[in-house]
């Protein structure tokens, strides 16, 4: 003997009006002209080597004030060695 089972198609009005205000959320910010943006000067890779506990410090530091390492140490390096006039 079978069981038979029904099922029932949800409503489309709710996920749909749920669904298009979380893809509407937010897209303002990006509908925005940008200002002018100087050209961004090409990255080159710097490698060092830092002790395990400085490490740790530094990485406990920035996700507490929430800004990642690489910006953290290009701040410090660029106060550390101004540009030239």
């Known amino acids: 003997m079978s069981k038979k089972l029904a099922f029932t198609m949800p409503s489309g009005t709710a996920i749909g009006d749920n669904a298009d205000a979380w893809v509407g959320k937010g897209i303002e910010q990006h509908l925005q002209p940008r200002a002018e943006v100087a050209p961004i000067e090409r990255m080159k890779r710097l490698t060092i080597d830092v002790s395990e506990s400085l490490h740790a410090r530094i990485k406990v530091d920035c996700a507490r004030r929430g800004v990642?390492?690489?910006?953290e140490v290009r701040e410090m390096l660029e106060k550390h060695f101004p540009a030239l006039s």
């Open 68 to 71: 990642k390492i690489a910006d």
